[in-house]
C-alpha cells in the first residue's frame, strides 16, 4: 500500500496551530498538488479535521473525486499554551522551552498542557494501522507538519527528541510517501517533502510564509 502524508496547504494566520481556512496561497498549493495526484491512481482521500486540513483534502478531491474520510488522530500536535500566540509572544512567555526544545536532547511535551512526539506518534500510528487494513492500493492523507515528522521518527525508531531533524522547511502540500509491505508488515519510508508540483512558483514556497519558531534566535530568548 502507498500511502502519500500531505502536510495542508498555507493557512491564512501565522498565529500557532489556529483553527483557520487556508490563504489563496494554499489554495494554489493545493490545487497544483492536486493535479499532480491525478496520475497517482488515488482510491480515497483521508485528513485531519481541521480547517485547513479538510479544505486542502476537498481541493485536491476536486480533480480525483473519491471517498473523503475526516480523522481527528491526523490532527496537528496540540502546542498547549502556545496555541494561539504570536512568534513574540512564545518567546516571551516560553523561552526556556523553546531553548531546551531547540537542544533536541529531551521529548518535552508543549507547555501547559500540550503534547510531545510520542504521544504524536502513539495517535497518528493508530489512524496509520488502521489505514492499512483497508483494502486500498494508494491513499492520500492530508495531514500536519507534526504528525509527518512524528510518524517517520517513530517509523525508523529514532530518539522521539530528534523529530525536528525531519524537514526544517516541511513544505505546505509536499508529499512524503510511506510504503507498507502488507506480506511482512513492515512500514518503508520512500520520499520525504517532495514539493516539485511548485517548480517555477517561488512565491508558494514556505521561506516566503515564515519559519514559525524554528528559527528564533537564542540571544533574543
Known amino acids: 500500500m502507498n ?3 500531505i502536510r495542508h496547504g ?11 481556512e487556508l490563504a489563496p496561497e494554499g489554495r494554489e498549493q493545493a490545487d497544483l498538488l492536486g493535479q499532480r495526484l491525478k496520475t497517482y491512481d ?11 486540513a479538510r479544505e486542502t483534502a476537498d481541493i485536491i478531491n476536486k480533480h480525483l473525486n473519491k471517498p473523503r474520510v475526516i480523522d481527528e488522530r491526523w490532527q496537528e500536535a496540540n502546542f498547549g499554551g502556545m496555541t494561539g500566540l504570536t512568534n513574540e509572544e512564545m518567546r516571551e512567555k516560553y523561552g526556556d522551552f523553546l531553548e531546551k526544545r531547540a537542544t533536541m536532547t529531551e521529548d518535552i511535551p508543549y507547555p501547559d498542557g500540550g503534547e510531545n512526539c510520542r504521544m504524536v506518534f502513539e495517535r497518528s500510528f493508530e489512524a496509520l494501522k488502521d489505514l492499512t487494513k483497508e483494502n486500498y492500493e494508494n491513499v492520500c492523507v492530508v495531514t500536519h507538519g507534526g504528525v509527518i515528522r512524528a510518524l517517520l521518527t517513530g517509523i525508523v525508531g529514532a530518539d522521539y527528541a530528534k523529530w525536528l531533524t525531519y524537514g526544517r522547511q516541511l513544505e505546505n502540500c509536499s508529499i512524503s510517501h510511506i510504503l507498507y509491505d502488507e506480506k511482512m508488515k513492515t512500514f518503508h519510508i520512500e520520499r520525504l517533502n517532495d514539493f516539485a508540483h511548485f517548480e517555477g512558483k517561488d512565491y508558494l514556497m514556505r521561506k516566503h510564509f515564515g519559519t514559525g519558531f524554528f528559527r528564533m534566535k537564542k540571544e533574543k530568548w
Open 42 to 52: 488515488i482510491e480515497a482521500v483521508y485528513s485531519s479535521d481541521l480547517i485547513r
Open 3 to 5: 500511502i502519500y502524508l
Open 10 to 20: 498555507r493557512q491564512c494566520s501565522k498565529l500557532c496551530n489556529v483553527d483557520v
